[in-house]
């Protein structure tokens, strides 16, 4: 079992800078990989960013790469999403995810946190 809490979200302008942190508990951290998702209203959640156990491998959406930075740190069982230069597109209820297992996929999110941009 992976518990996750997400915190960092708010209200901002565009252009401006948030980062977001989620920390796990449950099985130990350095075990899986993590992911962050979004889902904006009325749209699909989407893939936002993804790390493996150790940091070694990332992965982006194209409409953040350049632009947002995950990255986790095992001694704290977090991981973080650092988001610059943000769009009013990029507003949505983001959330993380824990990949436990090799073959489900995300298995265990947190319950997302609320990132809200305006022109």
């Known amino acids: 079992q992976v518990h996750l809490v997400e915190s960092g979200g708010g209200l901002v302008q565009a252009g401006d800078s948030l980062r977001l942190s989620c920390l796990a508990s449950g099985r130990t951290f350095r075990d899986y990989g993590m992911g962050w998702f979004r889902q904006a209203p009325g749209l699909e959640r989407e893939f936002v960013a993804g790390?493996?156990?150790?940091?070694?491998?990332?992965y982006y959406a194209g409409s953040v790469k350049g632009r947002f930075t995950i990255s986790r740190d095992n001694t704290k069982n977090t991981v973080y999403l650092q988001m610059n230069n943000l769009r009013p597109e990029d507003t949505a209820l983001y959330y993380c995810?824990?990949?436990?297992?090799?073959?489900?996929?995300?298995?265990?999110w947190g319950q997302g946190t609320q990132v809200t941009v305006s022109s």
């Open positions: 790390i493996n156990w150790n940091g070694a491998s990332k």
């Open positions: 995810a824990a990949e436990t297992s090799t073959t489900d996929g995300y298995d265990y």
